[in-house]
């Protein structure tokens, strides 16, 4: 089962992604489907699929080629400059569910989700909501003195910053905090908080902006003190199930 699923997976991987040019992308969202390089793709996958499968699974390989180009099709009509990123997400979700499904038809493996539901499932659930969005929105409430007059003084400032960009990277940093104190990686952390300091104060320091410089270090510490908090809070409790 998992050596099929492997090589299903690499075929996906070198049809979609290492044997798939940027023109011919191009020319698909261009053209629809009346571009050559549609079917060129599609061929792509089909040898791909027969090499790794060494021309066994012939069934598998017809039914995902052809699900494969109704998925690609369906993609092609609907995208525009809004959706073409949830739209390539629900694509490959859509390839793996294929792939998946193959496999299991191949080799029909247990499915049991009654472990979503166990205490210690639950547990791990509620601490990564916390780490990602409910410890921004404290974050925020904590730094809402600061907010205005850090904003008043950066619109003097070169450039701008992406739509969102602290929030993604708070909610990253978060996660990898709480993932190296689950696996016990302490001195990770220390090298994460390292590398943000090279990247964000070196920055700072140039701008000569004092109560920038204060407020980011006072987010970080926040960003870092929570998750690592919640690592070890939640350390604790899973042990003691």
Same mark, same amino acid.
Request: net charge positive; proline share 2%; charged share 15%.
């Given at each position: 089962?998992?050596?099929?699923?492997? &090589?299903? %997976?690499?075929? /996906? =991987?070198?049809?979609? =992604? *290492?044997?798939?040019?940027? /023109?011919?992308?191009?020319d698909?969202? $261009? &053209? &629809?489907?009346?571009?050559?390089?549609?079917?060129? +793709? @599609?061929? #792509? +996958?089909?040898?791909?699929?027969?090499? @790794?499968? $060494?021309f066994?699974? %012939?069934?598998?390989?017809?039914?995902?080629?052809?699900? +494969?180009?109704?998925?690609?099709?369906?993609?092609?009509?609907?995208?525009?400059?809004?959706?073409?990123?949830?739209?390539? *997400?629900?694509d $490959?979700?859509?390839?793996?569910?294929?792939?998946?499904?193959?496999?299991?038809?191949? /080799?029909? =493996?247990p499915i049991?989700l009654?472990?979503?539901?166990?205490?210690?499932?639950?547990?791990?659930? !509620?601490?990564?909501?916390?780490? !990602?969005? #409910?410890?921004?929105?404290?974050?925020?409430?904590?730094?809402?003195?600061y907010?205005?007059?850090?904003?008043?003084?950066?619109?003097?400032?070169?450039g701008g910053?992406?739509?969102n960009?602290?929030?993604?990277?708070g909610?990253l940093?978060?996660? =990898?905090?709480f993932?190296?104190?689950?696996?016990?990686?302490?001195?990770?952390?220390?090298?994460? @908080?390292?590398?943000?300091? #090279?990247?964000?104060?070196g920055?700072?320091?140039?701008?000569?902006?004092?109560?920038? !410089?204060?407020?980011?270090?006072i987010? !970080?510490?926040?960003?870092?003190?929570?998750?690592?908090?919640?690592?070890?809070?939640?350390? +604790?409790?899973?042990?003691?199930?």
């Amino acid at each position: 089962m998992t050596l099929l699923a492997l &090589k299903l %997976l690499l075929a /996906h =991987f070198i049809g979609d =992604f *290492v044997l798939q040019p940027a /023109h011919w992308v191009a020319d698909k969202l $261009q &053209k &629809k489907g009346r571009s050559k390089y549609l079917y060129f +793709h @599609i061929g #792509v +996958h089909l040898l791909a699929l027969l090499l @790794i499968l $060494q021309f066994r699974y %012939l069934g598998a390989v017809v039914c995902i080629v052809v699900t +494969h180009l109704l998925i690609d099709l369906g993609k092609l009509y609907l995208t525009n400059q809004k959706n073409y990123r949830w739209l390539f *997400v629900l694509d $490959q979700v859509l390839h793996l569910l294929v792939i998946a499904s193959i496999v299991y038809w191949a /080799h029909p =493996f247990p499915i049991d989700l009654s472990g979503l539901w166990e205490e210690k499932s639950l547990l791990l659930a !509620t601490f990564l909501v916390f780490v !990602t969005f #409910v410890s921004g929105i404290i974050m925020r409430m904590l730094l809402a003195p600061y907010i205005d007059e850090i904003a008043k003084e950066d619109e003097s400032g070169e450039g701008g910053s992406l739509k969102n960009a602290g929030t993604y990277i708070g909610m990253l940093e978060r996660l =990898f905090v709480f993932g190296f104190i689950l696996i016990q990686q302490w001195a990770a952390i220390g090298l994460l @908080i390292a590398a943000k300091s #090279v990247f964000r104060f070196g920055d700072l320091n140039k701008g000569k902006n004092r109560k920038l !410089t204060e407020y980011v270090l006072i987010g !970080t510490l926040l960003s870092f003190g929570l998750a690592i908090l919640s690592g070890m809070l939640y350390t +604790h409790l899973s042990e003691s199930m």
